[in-house]
T-cell receptor, first 114, second 113 residues
Framework: DTGVSQNPRHKITKRGQNVTFRCDPI?????LYWYRQTLGQGPEFLTY????????KSRLLSDRFSAERPKGSFSTLEIQRTEQGDSAMYLC????????????FGPGTRLTVT | GDSVTQMEGPVTLSEEAFLTINCTYT??????LFWYVQYPGEGLQLLLK?????DKGSNKGFEATYRKETTSFHLEKGSVQVSDSAVYFC????????????FGIGTKLQVIP
């Protein structure tokens, strides 16, 4: 068990560019979550997958954001036409359906939009 | 909606001092309550949890008791160490739905020798 991994760890992009992040959950975990954390704040929920189905999306997830989890394994989060306000740490977490309360977090991807 | 309020930091303590970080919550139903810790340069880790009223979560010398009557889940440790320096997040998951976690803003703890 290598834990939840996220790539890249850091991303610097210019405003208006598209970026994509990847999350690899713990292998047997069927639930996957994305959160966003801005400086000095706690993480905020963005979206949730159970297997390959995206079951809930926060109002924070504007039309420029899209997330996928093909085949119920890894997940990607894409941000189109990035804005400076998108600068944040993007966290992925996963959990096992039978132990719903324990979410395991990855190290995060820090996005800086210049 | 659900929310978590925790004391703002930073909190600076000397080694072996007593620690309390206050946390209160607002939620419908019967949430589960958590403390997560984020050490410098590392990801969030679950520190302890309590899933029903009067439960006490404990781990690594930290404790917190689920108080439904005061909607609180204060974190305590009797004697802090320099290695406890981190950011501590109080959090909850709702009793239904998909158990998304709602976090407080985090409290930075610095322990000095």
């Amino acid at each position: 068990d290598t834990g939840v991994s996220q790539n890249p760890r850091h991303k610097i992009t210019k405003r208006g560019q598209n970026v994509t992040f990847r999350c690899d959950p713990i292998s047997e975990h069927n639930r996957l979550y994305w959160y966003r954390q801005t400086l000095g704040q706690g993480p905020e929920f963005l979206t949730y997958f159970q297997n390959e189905a995206q079951l809930e999306k926060s109002r924070l997830l504007s039309d420029r954001f899209s997330a996928e989890r093909p085949k119920g394994s890894f997940s990607t989060l894409e941000i189109q036409r990035t804005e400076q306000g998108d600068s944040a740490m993007y966290l992925c977490a996963s959990s096992l359906g039978t132990r719903l309360y324990e979410q395991y977090f990855g190290p995060g991807t820090r996005l800086t939009v210049t | 909606g659900d929310s978590v309020t925790q004391m703002e930091g930073p909190v600076t303590l000397s080694e072996e001092a007593f620690l309390t970080i206050n946390c209160t919550y607002t939620a419908t139903g019967y949430p589960s309550l958590f403390w997560y810790v984020q050490y410098p340069g590392e990801g969030l880790q679950l520190l302890l949890k309590a899933t029903k009223a009067d439960d006490k979560g404990s781990n690594k010398g930290f404790e917190a008791t689920y108080r439904k009557e005061t909607t609180s889940f204060h974190l305590e440790k009797g004697s802090v160490q320099v290695s406890d320096s981190a950011v501590y997040f109080c959090a909850l998951t709702d009793s239904g739905g998909y158990q998304k976690v709602t976090f407080g803003i985090g409290t930075k703890l610095q322990v000095i020798p």
